[in-house]
């Protein structure tokens, strides 16, 4: 079963259009996140949500939008698409635990081509 | 500002040869490090992780990774090496975003792993 999951696993489109990446985990967990991984392998956090709630909002651009319908969905709807928004989008879970530094698991990615 | 670096983009060995893959960090207060692995066209698979305790932390695959303070390392090691370790590592650090002090992960820029039969 898998943990935590993303779809599309591919997304081609074109310059302007708006798409949205969806991300389920089944591991209880109680926070979210969205990372972006671009040409050159450099991962970087966009967005995290616990229970619902954003906490973490990375200096993404207005047209990244995620929402959260339950503690175990968080989705990234993205507008006007430019080029420079293709890349890997990594979702991950992981459980809040006293003190921190507890395990994130993430998805297998959804690659984003803008032509 | 908490950072990670590694300093290789890409390290090559030779089957069952022991790997090592560097990371050195950069945070106030104690560190919090991870390793993640990332096999072609995957997601990044967690491998281990230190918090406290023991400087010798094992983890998934037969890798381990130790904590050097005085170093402010923390290099990622298996003592032989397998053609199915090839894959992009990624070292990464706890750090607290504000305003709850949410934890958020830091990753370095990755480290290419080769083994060669």
């Known amino acids: 079963d898998t943990a935590v999951s993303q779809t599309p696993k591919y997304l081609v489109t074109q310059m302007g259009n708006d798409k949205s990446i969806k991300c389920e985990q089944n591991l209880g967990h109680d926070t979210m996140y969205w990372y972006k991984q671009d040409s050159k392998k450099f991962l970087k956090i966009m967005f995290s949500y616990n229970n619902k709630e954003l906490i973490i909002n990375e200096t993404v651009p207005n047209r990244f939008s995620p929402k959260s319908p339950d503690k175990a969905h968080l989705n990234l709807h993205i507008n006007s698409l430019e080029l420079g928004d293709s890349a890997v989008y990594f979702c991950a879970s992981s459980q809040v635990q006293a003190g921190g530094g507890e395990t994130q698991y993430f998805g297998p990615g959804t690659r984003l081509l803008v032509l | 500002a908490q950072s990670v670096a590694q300093p290789e983009d890409q390290v090559n060995v030779a089957e069952g040869n022991p790997l090592t893959v560097k990371c050195t960090y950069s945070?106030?207060?104690?560190?919090?490090l991870f390793w993640y692995v990332q096999y072609p066209n995957r997601g990044l698979q967690f491998l281990l992780k230190?918090?406290?305790?023991?400087?010798l932390v094992k983890g998934s695959y037969g890798f381990e990774a130790e904590f050097n303070k005085s170093q402010t390392s923390f290099h990622l090691k298996k003592p032989s090496a397998l053609v199915s370790d090839c894959a992009l590592y990624f070292c990464?650090?706890?750090?607290?975003?504000?305003?709850?002090?949410?934890?958020?992960?830091?990753f370095g820029t990755g480290t290419r792993l080769q083994v060669f039969p």
């Open positions: 945070v106030s207060g104690n560190p919090y």
């Open positions: 990464a650090v706890r750090a607290l975003h504000p305003p709850y002090n949410t934890d958020k992960l830091i």
């Open positions: 230190y918090i406290t305790g023991d400087n």
